[in-house]
Structures are given as C-alpha cells and as structure tokens.
C-alpha cells in the first residue's frame, strides 16, 4: 500500500514546486515517479485516475478546489489575464480538462527564480523551503517583499531540487536595479502584474483592446501598419531601461523605428485573436498615467464582462464528469456542491432530480447507514461515484 505523506501547500507556492516538495518529503525523485505515485495514491482511495490532470491531483491532495488551486498556485491568472477562449469561465473551470493540463504547469519565463532572503527566513521560521509563484512571474527579477534581486537558476535544475539547494547553483544578473525599479513604466507593470493575479477569469480582448485604444488616442498613436504616427511600440522603447526590454522585451529592440509589431501594437485593436496577455499588462503600464488608473481599467472591463456573462440565463450544462467529481467531493451534499461548482443551487437540484441523484445530505443517518449496508459498507464517497455510474 502507497503511503504518501502530504506536506501542506504554502500560500503563494507553486504547483511543480509543491510536486516537487511532495516527492522530497516521500524521498520520491523524478517529475514521473511522483505522478506515478499520486495515481497509485489516488487508486487506494478508489478515485477514478482516467484523465485526471496534474492540477486535479494537487488540488486533491492538497484539500483545496481547482478554483482556488489555479488562481494562487499556479501562472493561469497571468498567462490567460486576457483570452478569447473561454473567457467566460472562471481560472481552473474542472471541466477544461485540456486547458488546464496545458496551462496549470506552465511557465511564463526562461529561468526559475529564487530569493536569498526568503529562503533564509524560510529555513528559520519553516524549516524547509519552498518555490514561490510570485518569483516567477515575466519581467519582475527583484522579490517584492525583500526588494533584492532574484537569484536565477537554469530551467533544466527543475523545481524538483528544493529551493535551499537550488540557491547553490543560481546567479543573480539583475543589471542596473535601481534604474529599473526606479522607472514609473516598469513600477506600473509589476504592480499590475500583481493585479491579475487576482482576477477570478479572463479579460476578452473585445472588451480591455477598445478601453486601451481611448488611452491611445490621447497619445496620438497609429493602430495600423500604414501611416506616419508614432507606434506603441516604439514608446515603449523610448521609455523603458534598454537592459530591461532585452532581457524581457528583446522583439521590440529587433525592430525597425516606425515599424508595426502586430503583437505590441495591435493590443488596441478588438477582435481577432488575443496577443499575450503580457502586451496588454505593459501597453496599460506605458498609456495609464497611474497604476489606479490601469487598475480601474481592468476591473471596469472585468466587471462589465462579469455582468453580461451574469445576466445570461444560466441552464444547467454542466458534464456529467463534473457534476460527478462535485457530487464525490461533496459526499452528495447538494448545498455544498452548488457551493463547489459555483452555481444556482436550485437549478442544480433540478438536474440532480432529473439524473435520480439523491443527497445524502438530507438522508436521516439510519436511512444513510441502511443505504450503506446495502452497498455492502462502502465509504460515503464511493457510495457517491456508485450512484452516479448508475444513474447516467
Ligand atoms: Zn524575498
């Protein structure tokens, strides 16, 4: 029998960090092993492991919702801040399964980054250490809580070397700090950097592309290749440090004065596919005077969204799939799935009325226990999946 034990999740850590922290502890070495492990952990507890993704696993292990687990452990919030696919549903839907087995993992820099100061005070205060996601985030190469540069280390040292080890083999290359953490450009970007990572989904680029082309205007900028007005892209030259922009930006230095860089210059115009979210993050920093500028104008655009994705009828539409994993996770409590799966819990009665889903919840303890009897002694959230086999 797999004994796993299961380090509780830090705030701010990150997802292959904490699996990587799950392997230390368990003396498991090997990105591979430790999945291999959580699945065989998994199947001892009879859960299904068809197409469970890595974020499902920890999110699992960890005891907190996929929700919760993309929003704070994971790049999602940043790599998808504006996104066309999928905008209306919350970072870490379930039911994404390719989206969040494509994006939970993935890194939105060429180096993993480390604070000497947070490592000191987590091996004082800890004991142990831990990968911050903050530190990883594109463009930022100080810790904001220390304000020291971060300390860099290759991709390949993985984050399956715990972070005290790690610091060993990492170099510190931030070149002219000063003048970068100085620049109010740059001191924008980061802070609404930080900002998205605290918006609960996408931004379409329908709605945040024509609120950042009003701001152009006051520029005078050109929105297309032809003509003569001054591009976004090159005032982003003109007012960023050089050692910056090539270490983060390096295409804007690539070209040509007055030449049009769709994926800078065409942040202000709606439609199409979204750019990279980054773009938008560093066009709001050049065109909003103020971070409460920029701010306000990503949770207008936010809000207004959030409103007209509200205000459609929402029909019960959920997969089965999902509807199973709240049901399990829930123990048939209809009230704290609808919680779970963030919906009208009155629709959601309905469905489960309509699949012959009953809740347990409501079910009197001897009603329960008979019912448990008669599936020979099964455990509450086996009883769940039982039940829901049956009934789709
Ligand atoms: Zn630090």
Redesign the pocket.
């Known amino acids: 029998m797999i004994q796993l034990h299961i380090p509780e999740l830090m705030p701010d850590e990150f997802i292959l960090g904490y699996l990587g922290r799950i392997g230390a502890v368990n003396g498991i070495k090997g990105e591979r092993t430790i999945r291999t492990s959580l699945r065989e952990w998994h199947m001892h507890r009879n859960r299904s492991i068809s197409e469970v993704t890595l974020i499902e696993h920890l999110s699992y292990v960890s005891g907190i919702d996929t929700h919760h687990f993309a929003r704070h452990h994971t790049l999602i919030p940043a790599y998808r801040a504006v996104a066309s696919h999928l905008h209306d549903h919350k970072h870490g839907e379930p039911s994404d399964l390719g989206l969040l087995s494509a994006h939970a993992p993935r890194l939105m820099r060429n180096d993993l980054q480390l604070?000497?100061?947070?490592?000191k005070?987590d091996i004082d205060f800890l004991g142990f250490t831990f990968w911050?996601r903050s530190?990883q985030l594109p463009g930022i190469d100080w810790?904001?809580?220390?304000a020291?540069a971060?300390r860099s280390v290759n991709k390949e040292v993985g984050f399956f070397l715990q972070p005290r080890d790690a610091i060993k083999e990492a170099t510190c290359c931030q070149e002219n700090q000063d003048l970068v953490e100085s620049n109010s450009v740059i001191k924008r970007y980061v802070e609404l950097m930080h900002m998205v990572l605290d918006l609960p989904r996408p931004i379409p680029p329908s709605v945040i592309s024509p609120r950042l082309a009003e701001k152009a205007k006051k520029f005078n900028l050109r929105k297309s290749p032809l003509g003569n007005r001054q591009l976004l892209s090159d005032l982003a030259i003109d007012q960023l440090p050089r050692s910056w922009v090539m270490k983060h930006f390096i295409k804007l230095l690539n070209k040509e004065p007055n030449q049009f860089m769709y994926e800078y210059d065409g942040v202000c115009n709606a439609g199409g596919k979204a750019h990279a979210s980054v773009s938008y993050i560093l066009a709001t920093a050049i065109l909003c005077k103020s971070f409460d500028e920029g701010h306000q104008l990503w949770r207008d655009g936010i809000n207004t969204e959030m409103i007209k994705v509200d205000k459609v009828p929402a029909p019960v539409q959920f997969s089965h799939r999902r509807i199973k994993t709240a049901y399990v996770t829930s123990g048939g409590n209809i009230k704290q799935m609808s919680e779970l799966m963030e919906c009208n819990y009155r629709s959601l009665q309905e469905k489960m009325k309509k699949l012959g889903l009953p809740s347990l919840a409501a079910m009197s303890i001897p009603t329960l226990r008979a019912v448990q009897d008669c599936r020979r002694r099964f455990k509450t959230d086996h009883l769940c999946r039982l039940n829901f086999d049956q009934a789709i």
């Not at 810790?143 to 220390?146: E, G």
């Open positions: 604070c000497y100061e947070c490592i005070e911050r530190h810790c904001q809580k220390h020291t971060l």
